[in-house]
């Protein structure tokens, strides 16, 4: 009959502990016998030594045996005898130097040559053996007997039946059987816990059901899109995908460390941690908008994904913008039709001069306002920017003025973080304010943007708090959060190693300061002279 090793988990555990249990029983058994053989073999001998030194020490059996010969009624034979009946020994024999017995358990012994040699115990050493004698196996003893002269007029060998010896042995197996019974027991029963606990852990599974779960979990998290981070109890990271590596910039060696040991203070960690609770939390992060969601889990851990939104932040504030821009545009398109009647109107009164001056004034003064920020700003991009939100904010019925020390000659390093930076401080000045200066200014490599507005301010103990996730005095619109501006402002001028700050407006206002590091290219004195 074939024997079916068991699959599950469980089982298996279960029979490897009893058959471990068992084993370990039985050996432990087998090593404890062994020595208690031996120690009985020992005490045993060393009751007859004894038994011996204690016949041997009687004052009256060397006096006897010089004064009376060897005989069965003799006081060497019935000394012999009292001792062995009061010891319990299997014999007694005196003998005398010549090997021949004055007593004996078999009286028919006595006077005869003893069956083992006594050279030793007439020789004046003690001496203890398991041997077979005349009455069968025994565990014995020798001892030279002396007179008072120390003097070897003799020996003395006691006996004790091996059968004692042996049925004292077998008399201990029950007893250690019962005990290692016991121990098996209890070891059967702890490994029956044991099992049972680990089959409500494993669910039921086998070996190969759970490798192959943890094959298609390590496939499946390194191949997901979203970043997924598990916590423990003691919020340490027990597991980190590739996503979650990129979006918090982190590597494997963070595994087993905390949040707070490889994070910095901030909205992300506490979000991470569960110190601030809701789904769908927004936090930035190393420049990147992320959207959090926390599951805590049964063992007091957690598990959080991540979601990178900073495209689709981008995209909401450019379709932000394009809205403004649509608006501006539907604006001009009034300004241009209201002056095109104007000038429909000039032609027709016959005044072609007040015509003509007119369509240059106009003409004029937009050719020198995109020609003024053109000049100062050398980048395309921050130019058309700050063009487009010049027409916003007049269509708003605000005023955005360019600062008469804006220059900005040198080439941006990456032209779509100024424009993020220098976006978010204008849009949040046209919400609040109707007149904006901008200012940007090139110091070595440095781009410093500053954009100052004539709104309500920001008072002294909130100027910390409006550059954190989250957030804002505004309501959220339908396609993405509110208070995520300023906080990816400074999270920009951070990664340049910069910084983002806010001050009182002489008058009234805020002034907004950024300052990027290593933001631009200086460029030779020669070619600036040559653009310009």
């Given amino acids: 009959m074939r024997i ?36 009985l ?68 012994q006595i006077g005869r040559h003893v069956s083992t040699d006594p050279s030793t115990a007439l020789g004046g050493r003690e001496i203890m053996q398991i041997d077979d004698g005349t009455l069968g196996r025994s565990a014995r003893a020798k001892v030279p007997l002396r007179d008072g002269r120390q003097d070897i007029v003799g020996a003395v060998s006691v006996g004790i039946a091996y059968d004692s010896v042996h049925d004292r042995l077998l008399g201990a197996i029950p007893g250690l059987l019962l005990y290692s019974g016991a121990a098996l027991a209890v070891g059967v029963l702890a490994a029956l816990a044991v099992s049972r606990r680990l089959q409500r852990g494993t669910h039921g599974l086998a070996f190969a059901d759970i490798s192959a779960l943890l094959d298609e979990r390590e496939a499946m998290l390194h191949s ?58 927004i936090t930035v992060c190393r420049g990147r908008v992320l959207i959090a969601n926390r599951m805590p889990t049964g063992d007091g851990g957690a598990v959080v994904t991540l979601r990178d939104r900073t495209e689709l932040e981008l995209l909401g504030r450019e379709l932000d913008s394009t809205h403004g821009l649509l608006d501006a545009l539907r604006a001009q398109d009034h300004e241009h039709a209201n002056r095109l009647h104007t000038l429909l109107g000039l032609l027709e009164l016959g005044r072609h001069d007040a015509a003509v001056e007119f369509v240059e004034e106009v003409t004029s003064g937009h050719r020198a306002s995109a020609e003024q920020v053109a000049e100062r700003v050398n980048d395309p991009l921050l130019s058309a920017l700050l063009v487009g939100k010049s027409a916003i904010a007049a269509e708003r019925g605000a005023s955005l003025r ?34 904006i200066e901008v200012e940007l200014l090139a110091e070595g490599g440095t781009a410093v943007l500053r954009v100052s507005d004539n709104g309500p301010g920001v008072p002294p103990g909130m100027r910390e708090q409006i550059f ?65």
């Fill in 4 to 39: 079916h090793w068991p699959r599950r988990v469980f089982a298996q555990v279960l029979l490897t502990q009893v058959v471990i249990t068992t084993g370990v029983i039985m050996l432990v058994t087998g090593l404890f016998l062994a020595p208690l053989s031996h120690q």
């Fill in 41 to 108: 073999d020992n005490q045993a001998m060393h009751q007859a030594l004894s038994i011996a030194q204690t016949t041997a020490a009687e004052p009256g059996l060397v006096r006897d045996l010089r004064s009376t010969g060897p005989s069965p009624g003799g006081p060497v034979q019935a000394e012999a005898e009292r001792i062995r009946r009061a010891t319990g020994a299997l014999y007694i024999v005196v003998m005398d130097t010549r090997g021949v017995r004055w007593s004996h358990t078999d009286i028919a």
């Fill in 224 to 281: 997901i899109r979203e970043a997924v981070l598990a916590l423990d109890a003691r919020g340490r990271i027990r597991l980190l995908n590739d996503e979650a590596q990129r979006l918090l910039d982190l590597d494997q060696e963070a595994v087993g460390r905390a949040l707070g040991e490889v994070l910095p203070p901030g909205r992300t960690a506490e979000v991470l941690t569960g110190r601030v609770d809701g789904a769908n939390l």
């Fill in 402 to 435: 360019i600062s008469p020390g804006t220059r900005l000659p040198d080439v941006v390093v990456d032209p779509r973080d100024l424009v993020t930076v220098l976006g978010n401080l204008i849009d949040n000045a046209l919400d609040v304010a109707t007149l």
């Fill in 468 to 532: 954190t996730e989250g957030w804002s005095t505004k309501e959220s619109p339908a396609h993405r959060g509110r208070g995520l501006g300023l906080a990816l402002v400074r999270r920009l001028a951070e990664r340049y190693g910069g910084a983002a700050r806010v001050t009182a407006r002489a008058g009234g206002g805020a002034v907004f300061t950024v300052v990027l590091p290593e933001a631009l290219t200086v460029r030779p004195l020669t070619e600036v002279g040559e653009s310009r």
